[in-house]
């Protein structure tokens, strides 16, 4: 089959892009001596975090029990959770858990320690660290630190953090200050709880940008990253990656083309807001790629910086200078996403390619 063959809009993988960019990243960490629990909140899929794991530990980051359930039952049992868990989701990786799983929770709530210590089949847990991000978890210096671990007891695995600021960095210089001060504070969490006498043996950090620009990793145990396997354009004006280097892209196709006397054209395509995600995230970067960049069929970029500027439910519409675009009804364009988490969210498959030729089909689990 090839791309050109399929319903639009779908989902495309780029196969060769996947693995450069697995191979990348695992070379970075590779370098630094630290292992790779890669996030699957982006793709979602067996299969990616087959090639995700290769010469890894074999550890995962999901951020719903859905993930959790899913990845358990194709047999991938060490999983950290890494959104906060509540009582009533505590029931739920309790069960996942007797049934031969070994997911991990987070938490940076005292209550919610004491329940996890007392429950029934009670998970190891993390304490979740802020760093800066300013989103969730506790500071390192913060006295509820210690409180929280003594509260989980021998349930304590360690401390975990997010360098979500990083995403407000500009250069790899700002962005590595960023990777430190991610580092610095978790390290800092796990060596008071190990000053109070609390086992500490997990200090987990990570975001792809730091990931990649971080001077070093002293003190940690492991990192988690994720997008990096996609790359999205916000990635590449970040320095996370390079535009050719996105491996997920939307296949549309035109369903409509205007020029005006005086040469402007607008493009309609049948991919909008939920096959694209309204997500803005390049607005505020250099560049702005609208609701995302317009590439050929091949997923090359032959129509300069022409991105889709305007996002509605089933429809994108292109602005180009009418000499621009010589695609007709019912022709083929691929679009970049701004952000790879939220494009792939609305898809339930990814069509995996090699060249124009569909070579597999990888189903994704969605919901929570």
């Known amino acids: 089959m090839k791309i050109s063959d399929l319903p639009t809009p779908c989902l495309i993988l780029d196969r060769a892009r996947l693995l450069h960019n697995i191979d990348a990243m695992a070379e970075i960490l590779a370098r630094h001596a630290i292992p790779l629990r890669p996030?699957?909140?982006t793709a979602k899929s067996i299969d990616v975090a087959r090639l995700a794991l290769a010469g890894q530990p074999g550890g995962i980051t999901v951020s719903t029990l859905?993930?959790?359930?899913?990845?358990s039952a194709h047999g991938i049992t060490d999983i950290l959770l890494a959104v906060g868990i509540t009582e009533k989701k505590l029931e739920q990786v309790g069960k996942l858990n007797a049934a031969g799983g070994e997911i991990m929770v987070i938490t940076d709530d005292i209550g919610i320690a004491g329940i996890i210590a007392d429950h029934p089949t009670p998970p190891r847990a993390l304490i979740e660290i802020d760093t800066g991000e300013a989103r969730g978890g506790v500071?390192?210096?913060?006295?509820?630190?210690l409180a929280i671990g003594e509260k989980l007891g021998a349930r304590l695995a360690g401390v975990m953090t997010h360098a979500g600021q990083s995403y407000a960095g500009?250069?790899?210089?700002?962005?590595?200050?960023?990777?430190?001060?991610e580092r610095?504070?978790?390290?800092r969490a796990a060596q008071r709880?190990?000053?109070a006498g609390h086992a500490c043996a997990i200090v987990s950090v990570g975001s792809?940008?730091?990931?990649?620009?971080?001077?070093?990793?002293?003190g940690v145990t492991e990192i988690r990253a994720g997008v990096y396997m996609f790359g999205d354009l916000f990635q590449a004006e970040i320095g996370t990656h390079a535009v050719h280097d996105i491996a997920l892209t939307v296949l549309a196709s035109v369903i409509g083309n205007r020029i005006d006397a005086k040469g402007a054209g607008r493009m309609l395509i049948d991919a909008g807001a939920l096959a694209l995600s309204k997500d803005r995230s390049t607005e505020a970067a250099p560049k702005d790629y609208g609701y995302g960049l317009v590439l050929d069929i091949a997923g090359q970029r032959a129509f300069g910086d022409a991105c889709v500027g305007r996002a509605y439910q089933e429809h994108g519409v292109i602005e180009f200078s009418g000499d621009l675009f010589d695609i007709p009804i019912g022709g083929h364009v691929r679009i970049a996403p701004n952000h790879a988490c939220l494009t792939a969210a609305a898809h339930d498959r990814y069509f995996v390619v090699e060249g124009d030729e569909v070579i597999a089909v990888w189903p994704r689990v969605n919901g929570w």
């Open 66 to 71: 859905a993930e959790a359930e899913y990845f």
């Open 170 to 181: 500009r250069s790899p210089v700002e962005i590595a200050a960023i990777a430190e001060a």
């Open 184 to 187: 610095a504070g978790c390290v």
């Open 139 to 145: 500071a390192p210096e913060d006295p509820a630190l």
């Open 208 to 218: 792809s940008p730091t990931a990649r620009h971080a001077a070093g990793f002293q």
């Open 193 to 195: 709880l190990r000053e």
């Open 39 to 41: 996030h699957m909140k």
